[in-house]
């Protein structure tokens, strides 16, 4: 007995004992609270909502519409204080929209593209242009939100006064391996479609796990590393409940995202269409801003960077920044980097 209680003794007193340990104090304490910035819900329709996240003294003019991925929580973009970049925006003095999408039900199997990426996206737009005093809105689009408001931007530019695209996706052909997998003949997007309805998070979960499949052991090792530190283990649980809060994708919106953006790669093949109307991504003209990240295995640098090429803007600018797809955009390093980056590019289009 003796020597089993000393060995757990020195287990315990061990680096990865510590670590252990100090998780176990912070249990108790449960997952931080996330979506804590004070704001209102300026519309609502279906399962989504518009909120409207206020200044104490409003210092721009034009407000900042957010557009985050569709099968994402809107949090992303605000985790917690010190963490938040709608907080962050809201101290600087800018008036902060932001998409919340809701979760879909079956019922909503059968939305389209153009219902979301045209007539919602559309409603927020000039929900946002009408508060303004400009009479519009800067557009910011987030990933697969980036790739909605792309088309929206190209297609019905009014009271849009700039677009940031931040990893948002535009080349499919660049998509790496997500895209070699979206064009196997053997994926049949249809007969998901048909079978679920709504395409299940827990499916693309699956696959957004087998692009790296030794990550969530490379997280486990970080983790027991840095166990002591409170804001780095506050900061990490955050953004994993974010990332184990997924939604569902509405079933004829992701039958139509597979088939012409991953495998016709409509957007750059100038084939795509929205409400009707064609969409040739050199119809914007307002200021553009693409941001990529060098380690970012969803959305690659190639993927992103032809929005550039694309787009007929005097003003447009091309930004390729350290970090992945989720940390570059919430990690302690963007406070001091990314977020001033975005803030000065608004701000110096205000009027």
């Not at 287990?11 to 670590?19: A, N, Q, R």
């Not at 052909?173 to 827990?202: H, K, Y």
Request: charged letters at 20%; a neutral charge; aromatic letters at 10%.
């Amino acid at each position: 007995m003796l020597p089993k209680l000393a060995l757990l003794g020195s287990l315990l007193d061990s680096p990865v004992g510590k670590s252990v340990s100090a998780l176990l104090r912070r249990v108790p304490k449960g997952l931080p609270a996330v979506g804590q910035t004070p704001h209102t819900v300026a519309w609502s329709e279906n399962k989504w909502r518009l909120l409207r996240f206020s200044p104490a003294q409003r210092k721009f003019a034009r407000p900042i519409l957010m557009v985050p991925s569709l099968i994402n929580r809107w949090y992303v973009l605000d985790l917690g204080s010190g963490r938040s970049l709608i907080e962050w925006l809201v101290a600087q003095g800018h008036e902060v929209y932001c998409i919340d999408w809701g979760t879909p039900g079956a019922e909503d199997r059968y939305l389209t593209w153009d219902d979301i990426g045209g007539r919602y996206l559309g409603r927020a737009v000039r929900l946002v242009a009408r508060q303004s005093p400009t009479g519009d809105a800067h557009v910011l689009g987030y990933c697969l939100g980036g790739a909605l408001a792309a088309p929206y931007v190209a297609a019905f530019p009014d009271g849009i006064a700039s677009f940031l695209a931040l990893a948002t996706p535009i080349d499919f052909s660049e998509a790496g391996i997500m895209g070699l997998w979206t064009r196997q003949p053997g994926f049949d997007v249809r007969s998901i479609v048909d079978a679920f309805g709504n395409v299940p998070w827990p499916l693309m979960q699956a696959s957004f796990k087998m692009m790296r499949p030794t990550l969530d052991a490379t997280k486990v090792v970080g983790l027991l590393d840095r166990a002591w530190d409170d804001e780095f283990l506050d900061g990490f649980l955050a953004t994993e409940k974010w990332g184990n809060d997924n939604v569902s994708f509405p079933g004829e919106c992701y039958a139509r995202y597979i088939e012409e953006l991953y495998r016709g790669n409509a957007l750059v093949a100038g084939t795509f269409s929205l409400l009707g109307k064609r969409v040739d991504l050199g119809d914007i003209t307002v200021p553009v801003l693409a941001l990529a990240f060098g380690d970012d295995h969803i959305v690659p640098v190639p993927c992103a960077k032809p929005l550039i090429d694309l787009v007929s803007s005097r003003d447009k600018q091309l930004v390729v920044d350290r970090g992945g797809h989720v940390g570059a955009v919430v990690s302690r390093k963007a406070a001091g980097r990314l977020w001033p980056a975005l803030h000065t590019f608004w701000a110096q289009r205000d009027r």
